[in-house]
Every structure is written in structure tokens, then in C-alpha cells.
């Protein structure tokens, strides 16, 4: 498995935007495909976003296509979330996690096998 730490989350007032970072170790990092993920309070863990191991292709969910974007930096072992008009339903824990096969593009959180810890993002109306 790759480890995974986030970072970047924060307070903004709706409307605002955040860039969420996702820093992987190891040197296999660009065969993995990537996701995020996202925990509100009293609710179970969605799929948000998804780019392959080449950053060519990627996948949202409705509520954030348009206004969020995944890219990767294979060079800086890292994945981006770009988070712009904020609104307060985005608040949640966010998580980045890796799959190996990255060619493919995957919602379910089954799908991957390693985790980050979270970054707390919240939006205030």
C-alpha cells in the first residue's frame, strides 16, 4: 500500500475556495489511480472525485462538477482537489485514497485499498 497525507482543509465562507493536497510516498505513484472522498457529520463516506494514473481522465460526482477539480503531479508524488464556490453542504472530512490498476476509474470506496488520516473542510454560510 502507499501512504497517503492530506492537507490544505480549512474554514472558508461559502462562496470561497480551498486547494486540498494529497501527498503519496513510494515511487510506484504514478501507476496508481486516485480519489477523494468525503465525510459529513451523521452521514457515510461519498465518492467526489477520481483521475487516472496519467491525469488525462477524471470523474465527479454531480454536486461538484463545475466548480471542483482533480489533477496530480507525478513528479511531486502528490494529488490536488480544487475546491471553488464553496457552499456549506461541501463541509465535510476529506479524504484521499490510491488504487493500484490506474488506468480505470473507480466511485467505490472498496475499490481502495489505502487511505489518508482526513483534512477537515468547512464552509460557512
Known amino acids: 500500500h502507499v501512504q497517503l497525507v492530506e492537507s490544505g482543509g480549512g474554514l472558508v465562507q461559502a462562496g470561497g475556495s480551498l486547494r486540498l493536497s494529497c501527498a503519496a510516498s513510494?515511487?510506484?505513484?504514478?501507476?496508481?489511480?486516485m480519489g477523494w472522498f468525503r465525510q459529513a457529520p451523521g452521514k457515510e463516506r461519498e465518492f467526489v472525485a477520481a483521475?487516472?494514473?496519467?491525469?488525462?481522465?477524471?470523474y465527479y460526482i454531480d454536486s461538484v462538477e463545475g466548480r471542483f477539480t482533480i489533477s496530480r503531479d507525478n513528479a511531486k508524488n502528490t494529488v490536488y482537489l480544487q475546491m471553488n464556490s464553496l457552499k456549506p453542504e461541501d463541509t465535510a472530512v476529506y479524504y484521499c485514497?490510491?488504487?493500484?490498476?490506474?488506468?480505470?476509474?473507480?466511485?467505490?470506496?472498496?475499490?481502495?485499498?489505502?487511505w489518508g488520516q482526513g483534512t477537515q473542510v468547512t464552509v460557512s454560510s
Open positions: 485514497a490510491a488504487r493500484a490498476g490506474g488506468y480505470s476509474l473507480r466511485t467505490s470506496e472498496d475499490e481502495y485499498p489505502s
Open positions: 513510494g515511487r510506484t505513484f504514478s501507476t496508481y489511480a
Open positions: 483521475v487516472n494514473w496519467s491525469g488525462r481522465n477524471t
